[in-house]
């Protein structure tokens, strides 16, 4: 069961980076079906960006990046995307990626989790 994430960096405030997250095929076809992102800064909980179910084709977003982030996935290659947009200080965060068998916002429910890319906007 693997999980890589990459495409984290630093970047100026209203700048644009991509997060790439691939799993494995044994990972998404025997026990899970959601892919989803994290984030997390020192002394704080993780908290939810968004995610995506396979199975309904939901996506949802975290108020907090709604606008300006959007997620993507292409099954074929088994890869969750986080498309940031108009990147703001507060974003800077440790991103995760994360694999489960439904779509929440609870980083307890999630099986899976990536390494984590660190994600730096400089104001």
């Known amino acids: 069961v693997q999980l890589q994430a990459c495409g984290g960096g630093m970047v100026q405030a209203g700048g644009t980076l991509r997060l790439s997250c691939a799993a494995s095929?044994?990972?998404?076809?025997?026990?899970?079906?959601?892919m989803a992102w994290f984030r997390q800064t020192p002394g704080k909980e993780r908290e939810f960006v968004g995610g995506n179910s396979h199975g309904s084709g939901n996506t949802v977003l975290a108020d907090s990046v709604k606008g300006r982030f959007t997620i993507s996935r292409d099954n074929a290659k088994n890869t969750l995307y986080l498309q940031m947009n108009s990147l703001k200080s507060e974003d800077t965060a440790i991103y995760y990626c994360?694999?489960?068998?439904?779509?929440?916002?609870?980083?307890?429910?999630?099986?899976?989790w990536g390494q984590g890319t660190l994600v730096t906007v400089s104001s």
């Open positions: 095929r044994r990972t998404l076809a025997f026990s899970t079906n959601t």
């Open positions: 994360a694999a489960g068998t439904g779509l929440t916002r609870r980083y307890s429910d999630y099986i899976y």
